[in-house]
């Protein structure tokens, strides 16, 4: 099947920030829930961020990692069949490789193992 592919990573200083996009080549991400993971180095993916399907209240429903709640904003633009992550002051302990994938709820966060993509690698060092 079709990976994900992300971008949009790069090298930053501490309290610059970042969008990472996401899309699935060939795929329809509008009936999906979302989520972004991170790769801390040497540790197992955790997920940062999940944005459901439903539109309503002027925006979707959207679920933060305690770490990074006030720092990251997800959202997506289904007319461009992409997700977004935009991380604001970042910090060194950002520093992973971030990974978008499609999850079963954003109660789960339970990502499709069969999807996963290459990831985009974000590095915060002064």
């Known amino acids: 099947q079709a990976q994900f592919v992300e971008s949009g990573g790069g090298l930053v200083q501490p309290g610059e920030s970042l969008r990472l996009s996401c899309t699935l080549p060939?795929?329809?991400?509008?009936?999906?829930?979302m989520a972004w993971f991170r790769q801390v180095p040497g540790k197992e993916r955790e997920w940062v961020a999940g944005?459901?399907?439903?539109?309503?209240?002027?925006?979707?429903?959207?679920k933060y990692a305690t770490a990074v709640k006030d720092r990251i904003t997800i959202a997506r633009d289904n007319s461009k069949n992409t997700i977004y992550l935009e991380i604001n002051n970042l910090k060194p302990e950002d520093t992973a490789r971030y990974y978008c994938?499609?999850?079963?709820?954003?109660?789960?966060?339970?990502?499709?193992?069969?999807?996963w993509g290459q990831g985009t690698q974000v590095t915060v060092s002064s």
């Open positions: 994938n499609q999850v079963t709820s954003l109660q789960s966060m339970d990502p499709n193992v069969d999807r």
């Open positions: 060939g795929g329809v991400l509008r009936y999906v829930n």
């Open positions: 944005i459901g399907t439903v539109f309503t209240r002027g925006g979707f429903a959207t």
